[in-house]
């Protein structure tokens, strides 16, 4: 009894791990939603330098927070990690290849003798900002609508759908989670310009972009947490484990945990905060960043824990209900688990020094003189 208990913690305590981990990264987004914006915002070369440049001092905390989420998932969640890479492995291919290129273009796009030119890595650089975040926000999509496999008795998996995930971004629900996390990207790069840019004409052209953003964002938005609230959801009986659909499932989690409300309310204030703020101050307000950020790490942390909480089952089987995943049946052993419980003590000291690196980073705003500055390091 001792055992199953510890082993119910350990697994609700990973699930909390990888949604904090996943929280932060779609705040870290904004590097591949202002890549998007590169050509919209800057129209001159200089211009163009300025931004990519300033993306370019946070691309790698967003590719590693990528990598800690996926491999923390791994490590906690095995039969997670093997049913949908094993089978939606087209669409994990093409998230991964869209990172790869934007790894590329940001080491080769300044380099000497670059006979491909700036252009083709800067077209690179959008490809992974639209189908990064739109397909990461459809991969989370999943969690509530679920994907077509099923498991036999050794957990090995069958896809029943020949594009192998990509069949996932024509649930418009899903798709509708993919536009949020693309314009909600390309709000908080805005939002990132004005903090870290001193160029009045991006400063300019930054306020005017956040209101043609904000507009399909809060659309997209609403539309996916209306429908959310008020569909059905797949319940798991805590004693059988038996999978059943259950009317508004995911409503009944927020009112059965409040604490998420309050998390979810003051996130969403926090997101529009930033974004009005920025629009409709006089003055330049940079610390628009700061609200929505946090706001968009408290919202999606309460997704996540919605997904997983409260006998729900994560990664449903629209081929077999009871093929579900839930963080009982998906998790690694309770030894894997504690195990790896002393690691993730390290977590606020990773937290510590991202801060201190981000306070160096930023400590001046970028400037036109610093990216002529030939002796600087430019992308």
Do not use: C
Not at 262 to 268: D, E, N, R, T, Y
Not at 318 to 332: C, E, G, K
Request: charge should be positive.
């Amino acid at each position: 009894m001792i055992n199953e208990i510890s082993l119910l913690f350990f697994q609700q305590y990973w699930w909390l791990i990888v949604s904090v981990l996943g929280a932060a990264l779609v705040f870290l987004l904004f590097v591949q939603g202002g890549q998007t914006l590169i050509y919209q915002i800057g129209k001159t070369e200089t211009e163009r330098n300025i931004i990519v440049n300033t993306l370019g001092r946070k691309w790698e905390f967003t590719f590693t927070t990528l990598v800690t989420f996926g491999g923390a998932f791994f490590a906690s969640f095995p039969l997670f990690y093997s049913s949908s890479f094993g089978g939606a492995y087209w669409l994990w291919i093409t998230i991964l290849l869209a990172f790869t290129i934007q790894a590329v273009s940001y080491e080769f796009r300044s380099k000497p003798n670059n006979v491909l030119g700036k252009k083709t890595f800067e077209i690179m650089l959008f490809i992974n900002g639209l189908f990064g975040t739109v397909l990461l926000g459809v991969v989370v999509g999943t969690l509530f609508n679920g994907v077509p496999f099923e498991l036999d008795s050794l957990n090995r998996v069958s896809w029943h759908g020949s594009a192998r995930g990509l069949e996932a971004i024509l649930n418009l629900h899903n798709l509708s989670l993919g536009l949020t996390v693309f314009f909600l990207a390309r709000i908080l790069a805005i939002l990132y310009f004005i903090n870290s840019i001193e160029q009045i004409d991006i400063l300019k052209r930054s306020k005017k972009h956040l209101i043609y953003n904000t507009i399909p964002f809060i659309v997209f938005f609403l539309s996916f947490v209306i429908y959310l609230l008020i569909k059905d959801g797949f319940a798991v009986d805590p004693t059988s484990g038996i999978v059943s659909m259950q009317s508004f499932k995911y409503l009944n989690n927020l009112l059965q945990m409040p604490v998420l409300i309050i998390i979810f309310v003051l996130g969403v204030v926090g997101v529009l905060y930033g974004i009005l703020n920025s629009i409709f101050s006089k003055k330049i307000y940079d610390k628009g960043i700061w609200f929505a950020g946090i706001g968009t790490f408290l919202v999606v942390l309460t997704l996540f824990l919605i997904a997983g909480y409260n006998n729900t089952a994560f990664y449903p089987s629209l081929h077999n209900i009871n093929d579900s995943l839930t963080i009982q049946n998906a998790s690694s052993s309770l030894y894997t688990l504690k195990t790896m419980s002393i690691v993730s003590l390290l977590v606020p000291f990773v937290i510590a020094y991202i801060v201190f690196a981000w306070r160096l980073i930023n400590k001046k705003k970028i400037t036109e003189d610093e990216i002529n500055d030939k002796n600087e390091h430019t992308y």
